[in-house]
């Protein structure tokens, strides 16, 4: 499944300053991560959002929000925004709350290369 570059290039503008924002393909798709942790992503048209718990219950409530599913089974502080919940200032709005709160989790350390890598 292709995702729409369009958005993922918006995403990349909002975090244009965050020195410490990587992209990665995964889900298809490409996730914008934060010091090892995603905080948004892009699968399909969607905008995949990880947000606390409590934070995730809430944005439910709103328009073109909904529970990831992904694998079939909702994840937790996960949810998609559909195309028609992102424009004007919506989309920086979820990808600031998504970086502000990976920014209160412990830094991942990297993975040490196994010997046949």
């Known amino acids: 499944m292709a995702y729409d570059e ?3 290039e ?3 503008a909002v975090f244009f300053d965050e020195p410490e924002m990587t992209s990665k393909k995964m889900f298809g798709g490409i996730a914008f991560m934060v010091d090892g942790h995603m905080a948004v992503g892009v ?3 969607d905008l995949l959002v ?3 718990p409590d934070e995730a219950e809430q944005a439910l409530k709103r328009k073109h929000v909904r529970q990831m599913d992904f ?3 909702p994840m937790k502080g996960y949810v998609y925004v559909a195309a028609a919940g992102l424009r004007g200032k919506a989309l920086e709005m979820w ?3 998504a970086r502000d709160f990976v920014a209160t989790l412990p ?3 990297p993975k ?3 010997a046949s890598e």
Do not use: E, F
């Open 112 to 114: 040490r290369p196994r």
């Open 50 to 52: 990880r947000l606390s």
């Open 6 to 8: 369009a958005l993922a």
């Open 95 to 97: 990808v600031r709350t």
């Open 10 to 12: 918006r995403i990349a």
């Open 43 to 45: 699968v399909g048209d």
């Open 71 to 73: 694998t079939g089974r």
């Open 107 to 109: 830094r991942k350390v």
